[in-house]
């Protein structure tokens, strides 16, 4: 008998030794606490089994002192592991600090007992087979000993009670589990105190239980816990979850499910595997290889995203499936209105400007044998409308105008805003009628307090024929092409060509390269001569002419008109003035004073620098007279703005230079005009030498212009005297001057000098 309690003691000791250094390497703060206890427990086991074995008294009395030492520092270890084991704050707390004074003053007094004699005396005694031990005879200061360990094992049970009522119920196991361990130990050390044996065995019980709450705290995986636990979770989660067995048969279906599904509120499995059978194809269901998979479905409104997933267990033996139904309908409807505002203008609600190109492209990409027309509509001055209106009335005037569209859409047109007051639409060409669409921009208008202001719209129009063109180059090809009438009242539909384009993209290149073309010398004045009725060249007219650094050599007429309709022309003009003035002044230098240069003016000029300031300037910075610089001015010129044209005309008069009226009768002009010009040449357009069906009309009217133009004492030169015979009629007529092939082509100033201006030079 003893010798089986002392082998089971020293089993708990080495026991103790390797699970406790096991537990101290784990770390947890858990573990550290058993790890404490398992090696405290050690003492008093080892004091027992030195009084079970001993037979001296000395040896006894110390057995005794080291076992009620040992047990105060194992319950207090006990203690500690439950405050960790339930989290309940130990370390650094003051129940700790109170318990170690408490434990410290009990081991000091056990101590002291030799000194004292209040704890414990012993006194020999016989076992049953007759062998001597010496018994433990209790003093008063045992049952405050013992009254301290059954204290503070009944709080540490008291803590752990408390746990298992605030704690939730899935942790009963793990608690509870310890409780028991500590009531049967507990109880266990009742009874052995009272049970009046020979040797304390309650010892054992402690080892028992150290043993137990290793395993239960450290080793034991709580299965019913996480059972629990995953039941819980997927049982509260909102998809709809239903596991199938390997034979297709529902086992479980969670509450989302049966909310989903409208399942009954008793489980009810047959009518689930009817509900997935009818929902799914067999060929899903019961296919084990069917891996995950995902699909949509609609009902009630509502979208639900499936994920089918089969299970295998550890052996990959096929052990069922599952089918988790995600309800998306809120996330598909987020998606969608993120969708709605990333593709459609907000204001009007029609598709934005980068869906529409999409759209347009994939309608394209999608329909190769159709033939299809992008149109582009543009409100004149609808910023001005903005500015007198407001934009609030600016915004239903948009509003208005998309919904007119809209509803006049067949199906399959495409229609969307593509910026500010511009509109972009799809459309097949053989839907396309441009009648119908000038008709429908013509009542657009803005009514307000019965008072209706019509809005100008302009339509450019692009009938796709390259569909490899991307959206935003058809849509581009449309604007070009309203581009041209944007300044119109009348006109309110163009038609994109590819000229159109070209010269568009030539009008960029003209602009981008004249300032290059300027500083590098490339444009020049041309001169041809001015001829009188004895064939004797008086002067010359200069002509620009650009040789261009990549297009070669240009007339005027490729470049002028661009750069008059956005003003740059001024930089010609200047340019070729000053290029005048230097060579009258070279002229003037060698001794030709009686030459002179006619330079052109154009009516851009006037608006752009002060001419009166810059001509006179010039001669005067080359000392010219002005009398040789001839100004040209046509007599479209003055039907802007005459007064103030013919105010500074007059200032250069008085400064001695000669106005010759260019290109008189091409133009609005009227023989009226005449009388309050301040005309000192008259150039008459070569229109009217021009072969014409009305030959005789037209030169009646020469006749009676030159004829006019001799009453009022103003010289006339004839543009474009090609024929030898012209110049007979045109003598004959009263004509002063020709100008013309017939005499010379414009040429460059050096060979203008060399056919005209040698002394012996002949015509
Ligand atoms: P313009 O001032 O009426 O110049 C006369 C135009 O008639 C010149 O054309 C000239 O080459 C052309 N011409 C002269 N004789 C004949 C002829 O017998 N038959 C034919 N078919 N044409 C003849 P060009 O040089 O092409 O200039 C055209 C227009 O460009 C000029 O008409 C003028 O309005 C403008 N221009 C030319 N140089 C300048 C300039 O430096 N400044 C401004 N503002 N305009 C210029
Ligand atoms: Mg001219
Ligand atoms: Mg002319």
Redesign the pocket.
């Known amino acids: 008998m003893i010798g089986a309690y002392v082998v089971s003691l020293s089993f708990f000791i080495c026991f103790n030794i390797i699970a406790g250094t096991a537990a101290h390497r784990d770390g947890r703060k858990v573990a550290l606490s058993v790890s404490k206890l398992l090696f405290v427990t050690i003492l008093p086991m080892a004091a027992n089994i030195v009084l079970v074995l001993t037979r001296r008294e000395m040896v006894t009395r110390l057995g005794f002192v080291l076992f009620f030492i040992g047990t105060d520092w194992m319950l207090l270890a006990i203690y500690r592991f439950i405050m960790d084991y339930c989290n309940y704050p130990y370390e650094g707390s003051r129940n700790r600090t109170i318990w170690i004074v408490i434990m410290g003053i009990d081991t000091l007094s056990v101590f002291l007992n030799p000194l004292l004699h209040h704890v414990f005396d012993v006194t020999p005694d016989y076992m049953a087979d007759g062998r001597m031990i010496y018994k433990l005879v209790s003093l008063w200061y045992h049952k405050v000993h013992l009254a301290i360990n059954a204290l503070v094992m009944v709080i540490a049970l008291l803590y752990l009670i408390r746990k298992i009522t605030e704690t939730s119920r899935v942790y009963l196991e793990k608690y509870f589990f310890i409780l028991v361990v500590m009531l049967v130990t507990g109880a266990w050390e009742f009874y052995t105190i009272f049970g009046n044996f020979h040797v304390d065995l309650s010892i054992l019980g402690y080892g028992v239980g150290s043993v137990l709450i290793y395993f239960i705290s450290l080793q034991y995986q709580m299965y019913l816990l996480t059972d629990r636990m995953l039941t819980n979770v997927v049982g509260s989660m909102g998809d709809a979850l239903f596991c199938f067995d390997s034979d297709g048969k529902c086992i479980f279906y969670n509450d989302s499910a049966r909310e989903m599904f409208r399942l009954p509120n008793k489980r009810s499995m047959e009518k689930a595997e009817a509900i997935m059978g009818e929902m799914f194809d067999p060929d899903i269901l019961y296919s084990k290889d069917r891996g995950k998979n995902t699909a949509h479905l609609f009902s009630d409104d509502r979208v639900v995203s499936v994920e089918f997933s089969s299970v295998y267990d550890e052996r990959m033996t096929y052990t069922g499936y599952y089918i988790l139904v995600e309800d998306v309908t809120e996330e598909n409807q987020r998606l969608a209105e993120e969708t709605y505002k990333a593709t459609h203008d907000s204001l009007t609600g029609i598709y934005n400007r980068e869906e529409l190109y999409r759209l347009t492209e994939k309608l394209i990409r999608e329909h190769p044998e159709e033939r299809y027309t992008v149109v582009v509509s543009d409100i004149k001055e609808f910023k001005m409308i903005n500015d007198i209106f407001g934009s609030e009335v600016g915004d239903e005037i948009l509003i208005k105008l998309a919904d007119k569209v809209k509803a006049g859409l067949k199906e399959g047109d495409i229609f969307g805003r593509i910026g500010a007051d511009k509109y972009g639409l799809i459309l097949k060409s053989k839907d396309f009628n441009p009648e119908q669409f000038t008709e429908g921009t013509r009542t657009v208008a803005y009514v307000k307090d019965q008072d209706s202001y019509p809005l100008v719209v302009h339509l450019g129009v692009y009938e796709v024929r390259n569909s490899k063109l991307s959206a935003a180059g058809m849509y581009d090809r449309a604007f070009i092409a309203l581009s041209t009438v944007k300044n119109e009242l009348q006109q309110r539909i163009a038609f994109y060509d590819d000229s159109l384009r070209e010269g568009i993209l030539w009008e960029q290149k003209i602009v981008a390269t004249l300032d290059d073309a300027l500083k590098n010398g490339d444009i020049v ?2 001169l ?1 001569a001015q001829v009188n009725t004895a064939g004797k060249t008086e002067g010359c ?4 002419r650009w040789n261009h650094a990549t297009e070669g050599f240009l ?3 490729r470049f ?1 008109p661009i750069l008059e309709k956005n003003g740059m ?1 001024v930089k ?2 200047m340019y ?1 003035w000053e290029y005048a003035c230097r060579i009258l002044k070279r002229w003037k230098e060698e001794g030709r004073k009686d030459m002179y240069i006619s ?4 009516q851009k000029d006037f608006y752009f620098v002060d001419v009166y300031e810059v001509i006179y300037g010039l001669v005067q910075k080359y000392d010219v007279d002005p009398a040789l610089l001839r100004l ?1 001015i ?1 007599e479209s010129t003055f039907i802007k703005d005459m007064d103030r044209k013919i105010e500074v005309i007059n200032q250069l008069r008085e400064k001695g230079f000669l106005l010759e009226m ?2 008189f009768g091409s133009g609005y002009s009227s023989l009226n005009m005449l009388k309050d010009m301040p005309v000192d040449v008259l150039k008459v357009d ?1 229109l009217f030498l021009s072969k014409t069906e009305n030959e005789g009309r037209t030169r009646a009217i020469l006749e009676l212009i030159i004829g006019l133009a001799k009453r009022l004492e103003i010289p006339v030169i004839s ?4 024929e030898a015979e012209q110049v007979a009629f045109l003598t004959e007529m009263g004509c002063d001057m020709f ?4 005499f010379a ?2 040429i460059s100033p050096a060979e203008f000098e060399e056919r005209f201006m040698k002394k012996d030079a002949a015509v």
């Open positions: 004045p041309y041809q007219e200069a002509l620009v007339t005027p007429g002028m022309v010609i003009d070729i330079v052109n003016i154009s040209e046509t260019d290109d070569m543009e474009g005297v090609e100008q013309g092939y017939y082509k414009p």
